[in-house]
């Protein structure tokens, strides 16, 4: 799925938090959006997924206008936090975000375990949520938005509090169901997640200072250290 | 919808504390309220003057009983002599002089009255003076019908409200409108689970209150048990509204206050009709006053469907119109 933003101004009260922003993103890539906290990168990804209106410009997903519900059974989306149900277990989170978008049956079953494996939780899931770590909720919030196999990912933030062992999987994993055409949109502060991504965007302070692939973006600064990225065109 | 009324059901299962807040804590309050306000064990002392001889010996079997030998002319002399009532007799009949409404003068009442329907059944009922009047019955057979709605309606609200502010907090309710479901789903599923939840516990309440305190129910207990359940509906729907512009369970907390005690008010507690400047009238706003006064009819004066109707018509009219507001209101957090 590819999606197209087209001139987003956005406003909380009378600051502008998000400037003119235009952006391409082609189906069956990683695409980063990064900045530091507060840049506008969620406000920007509740933008694309229609969760909340934008004063100007549009967003277009597979050639429909956003917001159009037909569209989000095609899209996971993991918010910030980790957005479970601490009084159930792993399992019954699964089956109600599953049933949400009418995956039920073997066809859930199937899924389940597959996702349950990716994020290592296969011997946790009759766990009540309420007894995980930080870490553990972090992944099952993952494993739910994978559930129903979406082919447009929205992750924000994914791998916050992720030991560096299971976020090598994440990504290996990521990076496996965009080679079957998955369009995933990742936003992240953390510079070392930017190379695993195909394409990344530099937001700040609402405008977009760069966008472009990471090879090219990477070329643009001094000594090829990823950590530069955040500072690109800070003193123009 | 079906998803979410059995994510509802299996989470409040697992939440011993919620389901505990749910089920025993107004049975609990019910029955503190029971002991505090509703009959005890106590034994009345009746002063009798010029009483006949057969009539006290009937009364002595209930109370404690001081014989005088001439009617006491102070006030004081009831709460001097910790006398609950004074029963006397001239040639207009039987008088009984009581201090104030209250439990103790309430049960000396009951004893001289259930003695004079047994010595004499088709005579004049005495005169009763009261010292001091007072609004006051303090009798839960009297008031029932209040604390029934009130503190069902109080845990329901509650519980919904901050169940839905924790679905917005935790980004649950937004995880949630990022699938297909329809926002009227959403409300739909929400307002049926906990509705169902609250329904057990108005059954519960009813049936409580009915045979295990022994509160009196004139009319059926199954129109009680109606109105509970539709009640609790409405405050699963309450709940749910007033969530929406609270950003915390603190903040929910905080419309305790305005939304709770105006229930309180307008919930027969009060008579309405002594409400100054017209403020009677927005009875007609606050939904308890539909339930109170549907209960009120049934457990007290024994009316039937018909005569509740209105409304029952009343509380179903809110449930409506406070679902739409809900589905609308979710717009905030989901454009379709």
């Given at each position: 799925m590819?999606?197209?933003?087209?001139?987003i101004?956005?406003?909380?009260q009378?600051?502008?938090?998000?400037?003119q922003?235009?952006?391409?993103?082609?189906?069956?890539?990683?695409?980063?959006l990064?900045?530091?906290?507060?840049?506008?990168?969620?406000?920007?990804?509740r933008i694309?997924?229609?969760?909340?209106?934008?004063?100007?410009?549009?967003?277009?997903?597979?050639?429909?206008?956003?917001p159009?519900?037909?569209?989000?059974?095609?899209?996971?989306?993991?918010?910030q936090?980790d957005?479970?149900?601490?009084?159930l277990?792993?399992?019954?989170?699964?089956?109600?975000?599953?049933g949400?978008?009418?995956?039920?049956?073997?066809?859930?079953?199937?899924?389940?375990?597959?996702?349950?494996?990716?994020?290592g939780?296969?011997?946790?899931?009759?766990?009540?949520?309420?007894?995980y770590?930080?870490?553990?909720?972090?992944?099952?919030?993952?494993?739910?938005?994978?559930?129903?196999?979406?082919?447009?990912?929205?992750?924000?933030e994914?791998?916050?509090?992720?030991?560096?062992?299971?976020?090598?999987?994440?990504?290996n994993y990521?990076?496996?169901?965009?080679?079957?055409?998955?369009?995933?949109?990742?936003t992240t502060?953390?510079m070392?997640?930017?190379?695993?991504?195909?394409?990344?965007?530099?937001?700040?302070?609402?405008?977009?200072?760069?966008?472009?692939?990471v090879?090219?973006?990477?070329?643009a600064t001094?000594?090829?250290?990823?950590?530069?990225?955040?500072?690109?065109?800070?003193?123009? | 919808m079906?998803c979410?009324?059995k994510?509802?059901?299996i989470?409040?299962?697992?939440?011993?504390?919620?389901?505990?807040?749910l089920?025993?804590?107004?049975?609990?309050?019910?029955?503190?309220?029971?002991f505090?306000?509703?009959?005890?064990?106590?034994?009345?002392?009746?002063?009798?003057?010029?009483?006949?001889?057969?009539?006290?010996?009937?009364?002595?079997?209930?109370?404690?009983i001081?014989?005088?030998?001439?009617?006491?002319?102070?006030?004081?002399?009831?709460?001097?002599?910790?006398?609950?009532a004074?029963?006397w007799k001239?040639?207009?009949?039987?008088?009984?002089?009581?201090?104030?409404?209250?439990?103790?003068?309430?049960?000396?009442?009951?004893?001289?009255?259930?003695?004079?329907?047994?010595?004499?059944?088709?005579?004049?009922?005495?005169?009763i003076?009261?010292?001091?009047?007072?609004?006051?019955?303090?009798?839960?057979d009297?008031?029932s019908?209040?604390?029934?709605?009130?503190?069902?309606?109080?845990?329901?609200?509650?519980l919904s409200?901050?169940s839905?502010?924790r679905e917005r907090?935790?980004?649950?309710?937004e995880?949630?409108?990022?699938?297909?479901?329809?926002?009227?789903?959403?409300?739909?599923?929400?307002?049926?689970?906990?509705?169902?939840?609250?329904?057990?516990?108005?059954v519960l309440?009813?049936?409580?209150?009915?045979?295990?305190?022994?509160?009196?129910?004139?009319?059926?207990?199954?129109?009680?048990?109606?109105v509970?359940?539709?009640?609790?509906?409405l405050?699963?729907?309450?709940?749910?509204?007033?969530?929406i512009?609270?950003?915390?369970?603190?903040?929910?907390?905080q419309?305790?206050?305005i939304?709770?005690?105006?229930?309180?008010?307008?919930?027969?507690l009060?008579?309405?009709?002594?409400i100054p400047?017209?403020?009677?009238?927005l009875?007609y706003?606050?939904?308890?006053?539909?339930?109170?006064?549907?209960?009120?009819?049934?457990?007290?004066?024994?009316?039937?469907?018909m005569?509740?109707?209105p409304?029952?018509?009343?509380?179903?009219?809110f449930?409506?119109?406070?679902?739409?507001?809900?589905?609308?209101s979710?717009?905030k957090?989901?454009?379709?």
């Amino acid at each position: 799925m590819n999606i197209e933003v087209n001139q987003i101004e956005k406003y909380f009260q009378k600051n502008k938090v998000l400037n003119q922003i235009s952006m391409t993103i082609d189906s069956g890539k990683i695409f980063c959006l990064l900045g530091a906290s507060g840049s506008g990168k969620t406000t920007l990804l509740r933008i694309i997924m229609g969760a909340i209106n934008a004063e100007k410009g549009e967003v277009i997903i597979d050639g429909m206008k956003v917001p159009n519900r037909t569209l989000l059974s095609r899209i996971g989306f993991m918010p910030q936090n980790d957005a479970l149900y601490d009084e159930l277990t792993a399992w019954d989170n699964l089956k109600f975000f599953a049933g949400l978008q009418k995956i039920e049956g073997t066809t859930f079953i199937e899924n389940a375990e597959e996702v349950l494996q990716v994020v290592g939780l296969s011997n946790e899931k009759k766990k009540l949520v309420r007894n995980y770590s930080g870490g553990m909720k972090k992944r099952l919030s993952l494993a739910i938005t994978l559930i129903h196999q979406p082919k447009l990912l929205l992750l924000d933030e994914p791998t916050v509090g992720v030991d560096p062992v299971l976020r090598k999987n994440i990504w290996n994993y990521l990076k496996k169901i965009r080679e079957q055409g998955t369009t995933i949109l990742v936003t992240t502060h953390v510079m070392d997640e930017v190379l695993e991504c195909d394409h990344a965007a530099l937001l700040r302070n609402g405008h977009i200072i760069a966008n472009d692939t990471v090879e090219n973006l990477l070329s643009a600064t001094t000594d090829g250290r990823i950590e530069e990225l955040f500072f690109l065109g800070e003193n123009e | 919808m079906l998803c979410i009324l059995k994510r509802i059901l299996i989470q409040i299962k697992n939440d011993k504390r919620s389901l505990g807040l749910l089920l025993i804590a107004p049975l609990l309050v019910l029955t503190l309220l029971y002991f505090i306000l509703g009959d005890s064990d106590y034994t009345p002392h009746i002063a009798v003057y010029s009483m006949d001889k057969a009539y006290v010996e009937q009364l002595e079997e209930k109370a404690s009983i001081t014989k005088l030998t001439k009617l006491p002319k102070e006030n004081s002399y009831l709460e001097e002599n910790k006398v609950d009532a004074i029963a006397w007799k001239d040639s207009k009949g039987i008088h009984i002089t009581l201090e104030r409404k209250n439990t103790k003068s309430a049960k000396a009442l009951k004893v001289i009255q259930n003695t004079n329907e047994k010595l004499a059944p088709m005579k004049i009922s005495p005169v009763i003076h009261y010292l001091y009047e007072t609004n006051d019955e303090n009798q839960l057979d009297s008031l029932s019908y209040v604390f029934l709605g009130v503190l069902s309606f109080f845990f329901v609200f509650l519980l919904s409200g901050m169940s839905f502010v924790r679905e917005r907090f935790s980004q649950t309710l937004e995880r949630m409108l990022m699938t297909p479901i329809s926002r009227f789903e959403v409300i739909g599923g929400y307002t049926l689970g906990y509705g169902i939840i609250s329904a057990v516990q108005s059954v519960l309440i009813i049936l409580f209150t009915v045979y295990v305190l022994g509160i009196h129910v004139e009319g059926s207990v199954f129109l009680c048990i109606l109105v509970m359940i539709l009640m609790s509906f409405l405050a699963v729907s309450m709940g749910a509204l007033f969530s929406i512009f609270s950003n915390n369970e603190l903040q929910m907390v905080q419309f305790i206050p305005i939304v709770i005690i105006p229930q309180i008010f307008y919930s027969g507690l009060i008579p309405i009709d002594t409400i100054p400047l017209g403020l009677g009238n927005l009875k007609y706003i606050i939904p308890i006053y539909y339930t109170s006064t549907a209960l009120d009819k049934v457990m007290i004066e024994g009316k039937g469907l018909m005569d509740i109707t209105p409304f029952l018509t009343g509380l179903v009219i809110f449930i409506i119109v406070l679902f739409g507001i809900n589905v609308l209101s979710l717009k905030k957090y989901r454009r379709l």
